[in-house]
């Protein structure tokens, strides 16, 4: 049976829930549902970012070969990328599921999740992970990404077009001066769009294939978007 209970809130009856893998292009809001899924489910949001920040930060052997990549601005391999998930993975919190931000980001890696999900023993056995696939038209993608700004004093998230602050340019909280990053001005978001089509947008192929890709409107209201993906993680869609 699908959840009753409010978007964003901790699950009363928590269950095992298995891996979830969020996909979608930038901006079609995969942020937000993960951090709602984390909360209802009292289960972990993995971010690759993090967890190479982390080793980095704690000076790990993994972490210590990364360093100096990351440093470089390059790309980390995929090796020690696949070594750092394996070991984040493996830690307690996540015996009742998790949830994948930023990875797979290519077919590769998604083979590579396979063969690691079935050589291991989660959740009473063999699991497969929920694949979500969040559709979003190109300018709705646009507009969300290009419209976007924070306070950088209280984290708030505005965009100018759908959910502007009481004042233009001002934090309706603390009066800061909003900010826009970088990665989403309009000239960066198409080289972003590039590389996503390039190398992520494979990967909804690969789990079309195997029938494992449940499709999401992205365009849908979030708390209506959010309760779908809870139907799909209960297996009642």
């Not at 930060?57 to 601005?73: C, F, N, S, V, Y």
């Not at 930023?102 to 079935?118: I, M, N, Y």
């Not at 990404?145 to 001002?170: A, F, M």
Request: with cysteine.
């Amino acid at each position: 049976m699908a959840s009753n209970t409010a978007p964003g809130s901790v699950s009363k009856n928590a269950v095992a829930v298995g891996p979830v893998i969020l996909l979608g292009a930038p901006g079609a809001g995969k942020g937000t549902q993960g951090k709602r899924i984390a909360e209802h489910y009292g289960i972990p949001q993995i971010s690759t970012g993090d967890i190479l920040r982390d080793n980095r930060d704690r000076g790990t052997e993994l972490g210590k070969k990364a360093a100096p990549i990351m440093a470089a601005g390059s790309l980390v391999p995929d090796d020690l990328v696949l070594a750092m998930v394996a070991d984040r993975v493996n830690q307690l919190d996540c015996r009742r599921g998790f949830i994948l931000d930023g990875f797979p980001r290519t077919v590769a890696q998604a083979e590579w999740l396979d063969d690691f999900l079935a050589s291991c023993s989660f959740l009473g056995g063999k699991v497969r992970p929920v694949v979500i696939g969040i559709e979003v038209g190109y300018n709705q993608l646009l507009q969300r990404l290009t419209g976007r700004r924070s306070c950088p004093v209280e984290g708030k998230i505005y965009n100018i077009y759908s959910q502007p602050p009481k004042q233009n340019g001002v934090c309706d909280f603390c009066g800061s001066q909003l900010v826009q990053r970088e990665d989403d001005k309009e000239e960066v978001i198409s080289e972003r769009f590039k590389s996503y089509e390039n190398k992520t947008l494979p990967l909804v192929d690969y789990y079309r294939k195997q029938g494992r890709l449940h499709v999401l409107d992205g365009d849908l209201p979030a708390d209506q978007a959010t309760e779908k993906i809870f139907a799909v993680i209960e297996g009642n869609d």
